[in-house]
């Protein structure tokens, strides 16, 4: 299939070509390995509201049922694995230096797929604009507590829920995630946006492209006088402004657009 893609061949030459190359990922990239997309048929905004789980003031109204959901998301992670698309991303990140990546994923997958190629994670070029599921941090304003934990959550009673270990502070924990109405973590959305502007090239995938600020990320190298270059099996809010437009799944074109002949 990839081969008879339109545009696939020359879209693989820009690439290969280009010395600054940013990657902007969203959930469209994990679909293929079990993840549900927030958006679009079978997505998880289709069966629940945004703003009763994944909002600061959702967690403060009901924090077991925020609780609830993301327990279930990270058990159900575990039984995920990177596919096809996350290593090609991989493989391009670890043999180019001026390759970064930009992920809104909090799924860990693509620094999966780094650490099987040995990479140390997390690295230094992958910039996660929407936290991940894996870590855990305090949810007290003033306390900084912040940690990977892989611990199951029983969030049928505030009493079980995980509270912060620093003595005196006993803040319940939540996931280090982006909500709805929250500020990005300001490192990584500085380092995307200086990437983006002096990347040559913007391959976007698996985003709707809906979201602010990370979609306004591509259009930082269109700004630098770059081009974009999108996968994905629908049209987006960037699909107008792409130079190539490759219609299907990331897990089949990726491989074919990324590694070398
Ligand atoms: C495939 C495929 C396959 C399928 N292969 N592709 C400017 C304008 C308008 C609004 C705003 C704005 N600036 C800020 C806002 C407000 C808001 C926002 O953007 N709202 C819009 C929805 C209207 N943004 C925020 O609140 C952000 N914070 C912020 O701006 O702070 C500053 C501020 C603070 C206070 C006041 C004002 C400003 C925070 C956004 C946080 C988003 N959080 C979530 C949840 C993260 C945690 C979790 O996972 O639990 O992030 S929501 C959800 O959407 C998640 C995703 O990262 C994000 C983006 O979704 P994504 O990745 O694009 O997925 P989908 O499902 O939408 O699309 C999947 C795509 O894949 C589709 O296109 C498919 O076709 C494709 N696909 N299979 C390739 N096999």
Do not use: K
């Not at 997505?43 to 993301?70: H, I, K, M, N, S």
């Not at 694995?81 to 909090?106: I, K, M, S, W, Y």
């Not at 709805?180 to 698996?206: C, H, I, K, N, Y």
Request: hydrophobic share 45%.
């Amino acid at each position: 299939m990839p081969d008879l893609l339109p545009g696939l061949a020359d879209a693989r030459a820009l690439l290969q070509a280009a010395r600054r190359v940013v990657v902007v990922t969203g959930a469209g990239i994990s679909a293929e390995s079990g993840v549900p997309t927030f958006r679009g048929e079978g997505g998880v905004w289709g069966r629940f509201r945004a703003e009763e789980l994944a909002t600061p003031e959702a967690f403060r109204r009901d924090p077991c049922q925020v609780w609830a959901w993301y327990d279930h998301r990270r058990l159900a992670l575990a039984g995920c694995a990177p596919n096809p698309g996350h290593e090609a991303v991989a493989r391009f990140l670890l043999g180019r230096p001026d390759v970064h990546l930009v992920t809104q994923n909090v799924d860990g997958l693509h620094q999966r797929a780094l650490a099987a190629l040995g990479a140390s994670v997390p690295h230094p070029r992958v910039h996660e604009l929407h936290g991940s599921i894996a870590r855990l941090r305090c949810a007290r304003p003033g306390c900084d507590w912040l940690a990977e934990d892989a611990r199951r959550v029983e969030a049928d009673r505030l009493e079980t829920l995980p509270r912060c270990p620093v003595p005196g502070c006993e803040g319940l924990l939540r996931p280090d995630v982006v909500w709805f109405g929250e500020m990005l973590p300001e490192a990584a959305l500085t380092a995307s946006f200086e990437a983006a502007s002096r990347a040559d090239v913007a391959l976007v995938v698996g985003t709707s492209a809906l979201v602010h600020p990370a979609a306004s990320v591509p259009l930082a190298t269109l700004q630098g006088g770059g081009v974009l270059v999108e996968v994905n099996p629908e049209p987006t809010p960037l699909s107008r402004h792409a130079r190539w437009g490759l219609r299907g799944p990331a897990g089949a074109i990726l491989p074919a657009l990324l590694d070398p002949a």
